[in-house]
């Protein structure tokens, strides 16, 4: 059984940082995993797409330059650390899994996640 489970949301001023991890059980070996955002009444957005190695990210384009992901697949987590915040920033933070493992292409679309956590909320305001 998968399990995905984020920490490390809260309240942040604008141009504050924050970190948020991913504790992940049960998945398999060698699948992509990553973060996706919603705030409310938007659909689910990309922030960061981790390939299985973490070798590669695919960031969108909103975070670019501010967003930094990685994965430690030794203790079986993925991260997001997250600087120069904007209140635009406001949203709920999921992690994501993949379910098949050593894809070609990097999955970057939330349809093509099966898993997900339940979510972080992360509120920038001053």
């Known amino acids: 059984q998968v399990q995905l489970a984020e920490s490390g949301g809260g309240l942040v001023q604008p141009g504050g940082s924050l970190r948020l991890s991913c504790a992940a059980s049960?998945?398999?070996?060698?699948?992509?995993m990553g973060w996706f955002r919603q705030a409310p009444g938007t659909g689910r957005e990309l922030i960061a797409a981790?390939?299985?190695?973490?070798?590669?990210?695919h960031y969108g384009d909103s975070v670019q330059g501010r967003f930094i992901g990685s994965r430690d697949n030794d203790k079986n987590m993925i991260y997001l650390q997250m600087n120069s915040l904007k209140p635009e920033d406001t949203a709920i933070y999921y992690c994501?899994?993949?379910?098949?493992?050593?894809?070609?292409?990097?999955?970057?679309?939330?349809?093509?996640?099966?898993?997900w956590g339940h979510g972080a909320q992360v509120t920038v305001s001053s």
């Open positions: 994501a899994a993949d379910s098949r493992p050593y894809r070609s292409v990097l999955p970057t679309t939330s349809d093509e996640y099966g898993y």
């Open positions: 049960g998945l398999t070996v060698g699948v992509a």
């Open positions: 981790i390939n299985w190695s973490g070798g590669y990210i």
